[in-house]
């Protein structure tokens, strides 16, 4: 619709503009003659009409085919039928005679010096403009209109990022703080392990929550008060029931670290458990605070365990304790348990909890020699655990830490926010 009118609208405004093209149709003139021409007297209409006419009463009518006609002298023709020698005077259809000539209208003096960009002309040219930008809207319009759709939802699925982003990072600054500020929950989760052990249950992981400790256990027997089965290997008690009993004197301590936090509470993992080799892939910048904050627990609750830094090339693990011990190489690490593939998962790590007796940390994926050499050192019953910034195929726990500060850790079925350092 819109290019019809454009159309229609520069068609009428062209058509007058080409109009004027009329003027420079053939037609008859005549010269008015000099005194010298004309016997000494000065040429009158009445003589051109009595010349080229054969009527001298036809002069009105070359009057009114010349009135006001701008001539070479800057002249005009006016109702007093004055001329002046030189003039070129239009004469009717019907003229003859020798005096008459074919001549154009163009050709005639200056008409004045009118300009060809009239606003006519101007009017079609902006008309014509008009048309073409139409036309290529018609034509590229779903084009057009895909790419601002595009780029319109693009925006917005940027700006929802950004404030996921934002908002992750407020949360993962108050986790550091309430992880800073809190000594309560890493107390509530390690009475809650003594408290387990002293049922000759075991837990591999605890999530302590303003009313609720949740713990994953390695039991198949039901539960005793206050522990109630929530799934099978997922037992919840109160918060200010747990830690009731001390744990049996044979037992191994557990080494409890902090993963990360949420809405429903603080979760820890106990690697003695892990008897094996965890690798946190994903962000790199998530994996670094995750792996910090586990040294710094470690620092904290086991500043005897002995840390060994592989360097590599994303520098030194960072949050290293002081008791840390670096090595050239992992083959450097001894091997002698039986070696990975011997259990089928994480709640059959092993017949009953280790004692840990050694940390590798590495700060970057080894190559496929030192990864079977890692992989057989830390296998189940060595007391070795190692700690692995990048994937590795044959590692016993996968954590995968995504961009936003989320950390999956697909063993327990669990997701929490990892604390920024």
Not at 28 to 56: F, H, M
Not at 124 to 134: E, K, T, W
Not at 167 to 184: G, I, Y
Not at 227 to 232: I, L, M
Request: net charge neutral; hydrophobic share 45%.
């Amino acid at each position: 619709m819109l290019l019809l009118v454009a159309t229609v609208f520069t068609v009428a405004l062209v058509a007058p503009a080409a109009a004027p093209a009329a003027a420079d149709d053939v037609v008859k003139v005549v010269v008015v003659r000099a005194p010298d021409n004309n016997g000494g007297r000065a040429d009158s209409l009445r003589q051109i009409a009595q010349r080229t006419l054969g009527d001298p009463r036809r002069a009105a009518e070359i009057l009114d085919l010349n009135r006001g006609r701008p001539q070479s002298d800057g002249g005009r023709l006016t109702d007093s039928g004055e001329v002046r020698a030189g003039w070129i005077l239009l004469l009717p259809a019907d003229a003859s005679g020798p005096d008459v000539r074919l001549g154009r209208v163009g050709s005639a003096p200056d008409a004045g010096g009118a300009s060809f960009f009239t606003w006519k002309v101007v009017s079609a040219l902006v008309g014509a403009v008009i048309l073409a930008l139409l036309s290529l809207l018609v034509i590229f319009r779903r084009r057009i209109v895909r790419r601002v759709r595009g780029r319109y939802h693009a925006s917005l699925e940027n700006a929802r990022w950004h404030r996921r982003i934002q908002e992750r990072m407020r949360v993962r600054a108050q986790l550091s703080a309430e992880f800073a500020a809190d000594r309560s929950r890493p107390s509530l989760a390690w009475h809650a392990a003594a408290d387990l052990t002293a049922e000759q249950v075991e837990a591999y992981a605890l999530r302590v929550g303003e009313l609720t400790v949740t713990a994953w256990v390695t039991a198949d027997h039901p539960p005793r008060t206050p522990w109630q089965a929530e799934t099978d290997g997922r037992w919840t008690c109160p918060a200010e029931a747990s830690g009731n009993r001390p744990a049996a004197g044979d037992a191994v301590a557990p080494c409890l670290v902090r993963v990360g936090g949420g809405e429903e509470g603080t979760l820890f993992v106990d690697l003695t458990w892990l008897d094996g080799v965890l690798a946190i892939g994903g962000s790199a910048g998530v994996a670094i605070d995750v792996l910090a904050n586990l040294l710094a627990d470690l620092t904290r609750f086991r500043p005897d365990l002995p840390v060994l830094s592989v360097p590599g090339l994303c520098g030194e693990a960072p949050g290293l304790p002081s008791t840390a011990v670096r090595m050239r190489s992992v083959t450097e690490l001894r091997v002698t348990g039986r070696g990975p593939g011997t259990d089928d998962g994480m709640v059959r790590l092993a017949a009953h909890r280790r004692t840990l007796t050694a940390l590798a940390v590495l700060p970057e994926a080894p190559s496929a020699e030192e990864a079977a050499h890692l992989l057989a050192a830390c296998g189940p019953g060595s007391g070795q655990v190692a700690i692995v910034l990048g994937e590795l195929p044959g590692a016993r726990w996968h954590w995968h830490a995504e961009a936003d500060g989320k950390v999956r850790l697909p063993e327990i079925g669990v997701t929490v926010t990892a604390p920024s350092r």
